[in-house]
């Protein structure tokens, strides 16, 4: 799952996901904000893809250590899907409207987060955690 978002932030499926958007802006702006603003757009990229990159590493470490038997990864995994979703749902509109493949592709993701968190707490994979825990 890891992998297919990862691999969906290509541009040809996600648009410049790096670029700051500002949205509209109003007459009424504050003086001198407009140097603050490139200044902002000049390191957005390299603060959002060191937080694409944050964010990835802290899913793959959970995965991982919940591979592992640890039964506190699995619940802070359970936490870090669900908040990490809830960030997100504000964008599916939007995704729809620009990226639809985007939004395709997580839909996708979320469905299989929600299997793969199923078989984690229901059935064989709760009675391994308890079986190890």
Same mark, same amino acid.
């Given at each position: ?12 499926? @996600? ?6 958007? #500002? !949205?509209?802006?109003?007459? $009424?702006?504050?003086?001198? *904000?407009? /140097? =603050? ?36 990864? @699995? ?6 899907? #669900? !908040?990490?979703?809830?960030? $997100?749902?504000?964008?599916? *509109?939007? /995704? =729809? ?37």
């Amino acid at each position: 799952m890891l992998v297919v978002s990862l691999l969906s932030l290509h541009p040809d499926i @996600r648009g410049e996901w790096w670029v700051l958007s #500002l !949205g509209e802006q109003t007459d $009424g702006q504050i003086p001198g *904000s407009e /140097s =603050l603003m490139e200044d902002l757009a000049r390191v957005w990229p390299v603060f959002i893809v060191g937080l694409t990159v944050v964010f990835s590493s802290i899913y793959a470490f959970l995965v991982w250590t919940t591979g592992k038997g640890h039964n506190w990864a @699995r619940w802070l995994l359970l936490a870090f899907i #669900l !908040g990490t979703e809830a960030l $997100g749902l504000s964008d599916y *509109s939007r /995704s =729809l409207a620009e990226t639809p493949l985007a939004l395709a592709t997580d839909i996708c993701v979320l469905a299989a987060e929600i299997w793969a968190l199923w078989l984690l707490f229901s059935g064989t994979g709760a009675a391994w955690f308890k079986a190890t825990g």
